[in-house]
């Protein structure tokens, strides 16, 4: 094996001209975990089958190849895992994010096709997803389950998503414009293509991070250059973020979230079948089933999504400010609102709060004080948030200690 150029940048390898960050305009984007979307960094634990033997590289090298590439035409396998550390309660967590998606409604009127509620089930688990990309204008990405398909079509104008186990269809028509407004073909979020989760990840990379190459894999049959982010401030709950990148085009493969805690991978994505070919026409056509349930967009936008906006204007009216305050830098930042109202968590005396979900946020949470006075912060391995007693949240990729340091200072 070659070695590599791994000298450090110090994040200057992410700061490269305007014109050479190229948009991903193939990349079907999926809602994982909405708060996760700014802060996530991911890396592959690579299962090499040899290590290839390459020319040497820089990290700025690297990354501009990555912004240089240039390829929409692909189809293949993508496996995805992630584990964020949320305990099982019996169902009650994955309903907890099903409801948060659907606007607090039940998904009552809606569609089990809807992307904004189907796709939220990526955020815990493992998955198995078929993609497929013919330019800006044609993707296709299912999630493959034991029993049952969900399909997700972007071709030309048409939106289609396809739920087998339930036999429903949701569509979507106006260039992809999905019932929030948005021209893509799903929720907006964390993407789970590789390249998308890079570009991702290369955000917070900027002054912040240390950048290097560190060897080579072979990923889904291709060779490729290892590169690694490391943040340099403390108190991330990141440790590192390794993108496997192809050496011919500049398409990340893979990559894993490693958390500063150790153990297991947070979220491990990366494909383990890749063809950069033209994908058959038939891979982007799509009718309905005979006998489906069809929910077009629109109606779902009349029944539901409406009160999903009235209940956010409410929220942004009660906070006084159209967008949290975000404390600190790169990774470290904490983004702080208030809840409408200034309304705190209930206690275990209400009688409001079934047994159940109250079981289920004390499992999340400790107890925490300090000059801002008390409150619960509430864990993941990745994302976590405090909640003071007054209605005060904090949230980041940060460790308990910094979220009470930016209470305090607040």
Known sequence: MAPNDSAETNGTAARRPAGRRKAARYIVPVAVAGVAAATIGLVPALASSGDPDLPKITAQELIEKIAASDTEQFSGTVKISTDLGIPSMGGLAGSFLSGAAEGGDGGKGGSSADPQSKLTELASGTHTLRVAADGPDKQRLSVLDQASEYSLIHNGDDVWAYDSGSNEVYHADGKGKAPHGKEQAAPEGVPTTPKALAEEALKAADGTTSVSVDGTARVAGRDAYRLVLKPEQKGSTVDSITVAVDAKNG???????????????????????????????????FTPPKGAKVTEADD?????HEKSRGDLGKFKAAE?????KIIG?????????KTPGGAALPSKASKDVPAE???FLDALGDKVSGKFGSGTVFKTRLINALMTDDGRVYVGAVTKDALVAAANAG
């Open 320 to 324: 006084g400010e159209g967008a949290p």
């Open 357 to 359: 979900a109250q079981q």
């Open 251 to 285: 398409v990340p493969l893979k990559f894993t979230l490693q958390p500063s805690s150790g153990g297991k991978a947070v979220v491990d994505a990366g494909f383990t079948s890749v063809d950069f070919g033209k994908p058959a026409a038939s891979s982007f056509a």
């Open 329 to 337: 830098k790169g990774w470290n930042s904490i983004a702080e609102f």
């Open 300 to 304: 779902a936008k009349a029944e539901g």
